[in-house]
């Protein structure tokens, strides 16, 4: 096994696994797979609303079905709040970091423009508060963290990388997201720096992924930056939707795995499907994971990428 490249599945334990989770879990998988590489488990279990054991024992159990196995963890984000800590303390050490009092309506009423995830560009409301004035709102309430970006005329705050599917990148922080969360006001530390640390304190060498987490990217390379992490590879794969042009979700129980598993003896079917998608499989095949990884290529991905992917419910398969 080469460790020279280290992929990992990083699902979050709200529910049921759907088609689309699926889809992002193979690619994973095979990207490192096909080149002799390592897998790493880890569960996004940051927020209490999110987290949920029983969920957690199905997500592993669904991947080993699906033939998606792993080499080392799993790892919980919920067990891991001292190396956050750590990285929040070397961001302040730095001078980056400043409390933020705006709630999310205040955020979403603004008129500024909003990023491509639909989070608002946050203006700087309370970048340059007093000392006086932070303590004066801090006694009414519990404030967010943010981490400074540099200006739009500084070179360091404009993120520039080549994705393997999406090809080259380019974003300005200040303009196209502003300065971001790094902890929530209930102290929950933020996503886009607990996958950094995670992912650098793991030897994680290939980050793949949904395509719509392709704009959290630029934010997390410049985390990477100013923490001194190495950058890693970026793969984001197309998101599928339903027949009805929605994205498929957890909420609306879109092709769960559970439903696969009642209704089908086996995953090749499912994942004939998925990787026919994306020219990995001939339409209508059945298809063992271990059987892609001699076909896996991110050049036939890349080729199939520019469609939409649509995918229909199991009952509809005929």
């Known amino acids: 096994m080469d460790d020279t490249v280290v992929g990992r599945f990083a699902p979050t334990p709200s529910g049921r696994m759907h088609a689309g989770n699926v889809f992002s879990a193979l690619m994973a998988w095979l990207d490192a797979r096909s080149a002799n590489g390592r897998m790493v488990l880890r569960i996004e279990d940051l927020d209490p609303r999110a987290s949920n054991p029983r969920n957690t024992e ?17 790892y919980f984000q919920s067990r891991r709040q001292e190396v956050y800590r750590e990285a929040i303390h070397a961001l302040d050490e730095q001078g980056l970091l400043y409390p933020c009092f705006c709630t999310r309506a205040e955020l979403h009423a603004a008129s500024a423009p909003h990023a491509s995830d639909g989070t608002p560009v946050y203006a700087g409301t309370c970048r340059d508060l007093s000392a006086d004035e932070v303590a004066r709102r801090a006694a009414l309430r519990a404030p967010a963290t943010r981490v400074r970006v540099p200006p739009a005329d500084d070179p360091a705050g404009t993120i520039e990388f080549c994705d393997l599917v999406y090809g080259d990148q380019r974003e300005v922080l200040a303009r196209d997201c502003g300065d971001f969360l790094v902890q929530r006001s209930d102290a929950v530390i933020a996503y886009q720096l607990a996958v950094v640390v995670d992912d650098a304190l793991m030897g994680v060498t290939h980050v793949v992924r949904g395509q719509d987490l ?74 063992s994971a271990d059987a892609l990884v001699e076909r896996f290529s991110w050049d036939v991905v890349r080729a199939h990428a520019a469609k939409t992917c649509i995918f229909t419910k199991v009952a509809d398969w005929g």
């Open 214 to 287: 392709l704009s959290s990217s630029a934010r997390q390379i410049y985390l990477q930056h100013v923490l001194g992490y190495e950058n890693p590879t970026y793969a984001h794969v197309p998101l599928l939707v339903a027949s009805d042009g929605r994205r498929l979700s957890k909420r609306d129980r879109d092709l769960d795995v559970g439903y696969v598993r009642a209704h089908d003896n086996g995953p090749q079917r499912l994942l004939g499907r998925l990787a026919a998608l994306v020219g990995l499989a001939q339409v209508g095949e059945s298809v």
């Open 58 to 74: 199905l997500l592993m159990d669904d991947l080993r079905w699906l033939g998606l196995d792993w080499d080392e963890g799993p």
